[in-house]
């Protein structure tokens, strides 16, 4: 099995980021009125194309914002793992005297 390693500095960056994404509203940024059906199909084409859009952004929040959770639980276990390690560690360390 390989060795793993975790910058959690690197990891803190790339959620700061992605948390000023989603303050942004990225999701948020176009709404769509309802025009009346008079004015055509390209106009129903149009709000079409304007709901997906939407809900992209709608998609694309959820996303950053799983991939926040999901850096900030790596962060968490991998500063819980390497405690845990150390601390192992020094407890052999103080079991064999030192040496």
Same mark, same amino acid.
């Given at each position: 099995?390989? #060795?793993?390693?975790? $910058? +959690?500095? %690197?990891? #803190?960056?790339?959620?700061?980021? &992605?948390?000023? &994404?989603?303050?942004?509203?990225?999701?948020?940024? %176009? +709404? %769509?009125?309802?025009?009346?059906?008079? &004015?055509?199909?390209?106009?129903?084409?149009?709000?079409?194309?304007?709901?997906?859009? %939407?809900?992209?952004?709608?998609?694309? $929040?959820?996303? !950053?914002?799983?991939?926040?959770?999901l850096l #900030?639980?790596?962060?968490?276990?991998? !500063?819980?793992? $390497?405690?845990?390690?150390?601390?192992?560690?020094?407890?052999?360390?103080?079991?064999?005297?030192?040496?």
């Amino acid at each position: 099995m390989g #060795e793993i390693k975790i $910058d +959690t500095t %690197v990891i #803190e960056n790339e959620i700061s980021i &992605l948390n000023g &994404l989603l303050n942004d509203n990225i999701g948020q940024t %176009v +709404t %769509v009125t309802q025009v009346p059906q008079s &004015l055509g199909k390209s106009t129903g084409k149009i709000q079409d194309i304007l709901q997906c859009y %939407v809900d992209i952004g709608k998609n694309l $929040d959820a996303l !950053i914002y799983n991939t926040v959770i999901l850096l #900030e639980n790596t962060r968490d276990n991998s !500063i819980e793992v $390497d405690e845990a390690s150390a601390a192992r560690l020094s407890q052999l360390l103080a079991d064999s005297g030192g040496s």
